[in-house]
């Protein structure tokens, strides 16, 4: 399979117009109600750009919220990782093209020539706050499977890490 060029896209660190995000597991979001109509709350003049991790439900409401020439990244389907049969795709996959969205998948590893770039950028914005990240922390190896069996039911914010050694 042949692939088109890559082209770097600068990275920007000032906020978007509107952000908006939604994850956990499915008992905490539906607190806060179905995600049609979260999106409609956060976004109620549509949304341009998606990130999707997620796939299902997610994805589907996330395509009935897209403005016209918006842009899907789908870069994983986490909700789909535990399935033991064959999971349906969105049911308005149609509107997409209705509203001429462009769907596109990335993996990480089709990018890796551009680690070090990414790396000489990110550390100085890490390192004075204008790049920030959220972490879940668990104490101890022994914890090493609870925290495995948190992401899988979103019990995480952000990124899953195990603390060895001494808690601080």
Not at 141 to 168: S, W, Y
């Amino acid at each position: 399979m042949s692939r088109r060029p890559r082209r770097a896209v600068p990275c920007r660190r000032r906020p978007p117009t509107r952000a908006a995000g939604n994850g956990g597991p499915p008992d905490r979001r539906c607190r806060q109600g179905r995600l049609a109509e979260q999106l409609d709350r956060a976004a109620p003049d549509g949304i341009d750009v998606y990130l999707d991790s997620v796939a299902g439900d997610h994805l589907e409401a996330a395509i009935g919220a897209m403005r016209a020439d918006g842009r899907i990244a789908m870069v994983g389907a986490i909700s789909t990782y535990n399935a033991t049969e064959p999971v349906p795709g969105p049911r308005n996959l149609f509107d997409a093209a209705a509203k001429e969205v462009t769907l596109r998948g990335m993996v990480v590893s089709s990018h890796l020539d551009l680690f070090p770039e990414w790396i000489a950028k990110a550390a100085p914005w890490l390192a004075d706050g204008t790049l920030r990240t959220e972490t879940t922390v668990v104490e101890g190896i022994e914890r090493a499977p609870d925290a495995l069996l948190g992401v899988l039911r979103g019990a995480n914010t952000g990124k899953m890490l195990v603390r060895l050694g001494e808690p601080r």
